[in-house]
């Protein structure tokens, strides 16, 4: 006789992902959760959720090595069958061809001009420095951008290795550098002279190009391409 499993509908109402994604919206559930959802039920032991963690575990909580992992890998996990695998793996195939979707529809960023009007919403009028990275694919569409940093009114710390974190973990061939400057004074300082020439040395090693680094403000930029300085 099997053993009767707990679904999410027989859970403690405060444990309920369905009803925490209705009630709070969908991003204010942790990956588990959603997770859990999409699994549907869990064992006699443990709820979807917890399931689901142990899933996560077993990727070191990295999605993009959940995304790697095949129907024989994901069976390899107490209490996930070929279902389940099957529904986890098109879940994630579907949001990669969301991904997807949303790169190709993107303008190409093939001038200086078009990147700073792409950071335009994310930048302009702020009281203090930040530091972006836009990853770029092979047609020179934006994969994503990321804030890698945030300071006060003149600097920023920079770590050069999350910016390559995330370019490789997103695939990224190339990447642009954005950070302002609320002086609104366009030229770069030794220190984004020396960051830059850092990050592209470091991305001729890996094989991925910094296309430029632009220092954005309120009245407009200063390309280290359009200067000559890559």
Sequence with gaps: MSEKRLSITEWAEDDRPR??????????LSDAELLGIIIGSGTPKESAVDLAKRIL????????????????????????????AIGIMAAIELGRR???????????????????????????????EQFWVILMNNALRPIKKVKIGEGG?????????????????NYATSIVLVHNHPSEKKEPSTEDINLTRRVFDAGQILNIRLLDHIIFTNSGYFSFQDEGKL
């Excluded at 009803?19 to 204010?28: D, Q, T």
């Design 57 to 84: 575990a077993a990727c070191q909580h990295d999605l993009n090595r959940l995304a790697k992992m095949g129907i024989k890998e994901l069976t390899k996990i107490k209490g996930i069958g070929e279902a389940r």
């Design 153 to 169: 009114i003149t600097q920023v710390s920079v770590d050069i290795r999350i910016i390559f974190k995330e370019a490789l973990e």
């Design 98 to 128: 969301r991904k997807d979707t949303e790169s190709e529809s993107l303008e190409q960023l093939r001038s200086s001009q078009k990147i700073f009007e792409f950071m335009r919403p994310d930048l302009l009028d702020l009281p203090h």
């Design 19 to 28: 009803e925490k994604l209705i009630a709070k919206g969908k991003n204010s």
